[in-house]
């Protein structure tokens, strides 16, 4: 079976269109909840791969429109259940899916955890579809298939429609904060 990689192009020209050193932590007065591991939050600025992670980025996009791109499948991946919204999350994992036609796709997690598989480059996914995540030789699975690309609208800090937190690697089924 062949392994599609997708989006890498589009994370290397973001990753040198920001530019922007590692982040720094948000101030002592942010009230957020959960723990942000990699202690690096997305600071705003113009849009890119790396905006914010943890954020419903499907959803996003289909309500701005504009030159927001389709995706059929985006979403971060984080070391623990509760991290909060735009906080980076694991660099370097790989996220496979296999959708409803047996095949597979393969995507890599940019600076921010973030990854995407952009609709143009995938007309012929087949929903629902089946994920796997691997980092280190360790690999995490989802059971069961989903029929929604936008990882980040189940895999929440606190999770929705029976997630139980963010879309973590093997060993982040933990909740670092209270
Ligand atoms: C709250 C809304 C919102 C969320 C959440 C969001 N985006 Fe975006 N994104 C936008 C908008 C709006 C644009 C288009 C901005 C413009 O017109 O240039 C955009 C543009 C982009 C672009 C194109 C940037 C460029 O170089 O033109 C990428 C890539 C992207 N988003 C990835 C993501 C990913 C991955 C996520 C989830 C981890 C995400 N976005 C979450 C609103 C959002
Ligand atoms: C419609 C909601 C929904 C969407 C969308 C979704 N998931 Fe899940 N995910 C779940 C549920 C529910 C579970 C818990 C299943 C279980 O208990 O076995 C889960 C569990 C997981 C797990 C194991 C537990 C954890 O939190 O890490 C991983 C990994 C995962 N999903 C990855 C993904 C990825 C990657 C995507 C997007 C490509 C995604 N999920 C999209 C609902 C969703």
């Given at each position: 079976m062949r392994v599609f990689v997708a989006a890498v192009v589009a994370v290397v020209v973001a990753l040198v269109a920001t530019a922007c050193g590692p982040g720094t932590p948000r101030g002592a007065g942010a009230s957020e909840?959960?723990?942000?591991?990699?202690?690096?939050?997305?600071?705003?600025g113009a849009p890119s791969a790396?905006?914010?992670?943890?954020?419903?980025c499907i959803g996003c996009h289909a309500r701005s429109g504009g030159s927001a791109p389709s995706f059929v499948i985006a979403g971060t991946v984080y070391p623990n259940l509760d991290a909060p919204m735009d906080c980076d999350g694991v660099a370097g994992a790989t996220v496979t899916l296999t959708d409803a036609a047996g095949k597979v796709w393969g995507l890599y997690t940019n600076e921010a955890g973030n990854f995407a598989l952009a609709a143009k480059d995938a007309p012929d996914f087949v929903f629902p579809f089946r994920a796997q995540i691997t980092y280190q030789g360790q690999t995490n699975e989802m059971?069961?298939?989903?029929?929604?690309?936008?990882?980040?609208?189940?895999?929440?800090l606190d999770g929705?429609?029976?997630?139980?937190g963010r879309a973590v690697i093997a060993g982040g089924e933990v909740r670092l904060g209270g």
């Open positions: 909840e959960g723990v942000c591991v990699s202690g690096k939050y997305w600071r705003g790396e905006m914010h992670p943890g954020g419903d059971d069961p298939a989903q029929g929604n690309g936008s990882c980040n609208a189940c895999h929440t929705e429609n029976g997630a139980p």
